[in-house]
């Protein structure tokens, strides 16, 4: 697959910017349930009946119940709690909150979290903290050894797009945060 097309979409149309992000977020379902906090089989089975509520449109019902998961410290309940909060289903709609939520999941190396976190900040929805850019977070998820390569692909033309908004300098900068950057360790993400 050529990742030229998805550049196009993304610099053209704002629709197909989102249709795009939605089609990276969830093209790898398999590869959620793979995260190291999604091994147990008491999380698969509550995973799949929180997803069932919201697939069922109860979001409200499934939003806590990922709010509950990701102030336990399990990244894929960080994940979809920002995507409720980016949704605005079951919670009030809150870039703010939508950013905090996947840049916990993104620092803990959930690659789609990183690519979510990168589109906000490239859209100007979320502003970049300690220097973590959209640069930068697209650098990070195109490294990203969990992450199918695809999606790797994808986030390194992203990247691509969102170094010509930048300085040679900034470029370098980031470039060094990159070449540092650790996934960290699970913890809990608790925002009020």
């Not at 449109?57 to 990244?75: E, L, S």
């Not at 969102?162 to 993400?189: E, G, H, V, Y």
Request: with cysteine; charged share 20%; glycine share 6%.
């Amino acid at each position: 697959m050529s990742s030229q097309p998805i550049v196009n979409i993304m610099s053209k149309n704002p629709l197909m910017r989102s249709v795009a992000l939605v089609a990276i977020l969830n093209a790898f379902p398999q590869w959620l349930c793979a995260q190291t906090q999604s091994n147990t089989s008491d999380f698969a089975k509550e995973w799949r009946e929180t997803k069932q509520l919201y697939d069922q449109g109860k979001h409200t019902d499934a939003c806590v119940k990922y709010m509950i998961m990701a102030y336990a410290g399990i990244v894929d309940g960080a994940h979809a709690t920002g995507h409720c909060y980016w949704d605005g289903k079951g919670v009030p709609q809150s870039f703010d909150k939508a950013a905090k939520y996947y840049e916990c999941a993104a620092i803990q190396g959930y690659f789609q979290s990183q690519v979510a976190i990168a589109m906000m900040i490239f859209e100007g929805k979320a502003t970049p903290v300690e220097g973590r850019d959209a640069y930068f977070w697209f650098s990070v998820a195109a490294a990203n050894t969990d992450a199918p390569l695809e999606g790797k692909n994808a986030a390194a033309t992203m990247r691509d797009a969102a170094s010509k908004r930048l300085k040679p300098d900034q470029i370098r900068k980031t470039q060094l945060l990159t070449s540092n950057w650790k996934a960290a360790a699970q913890r809990s993400c608790i925002f009020e």
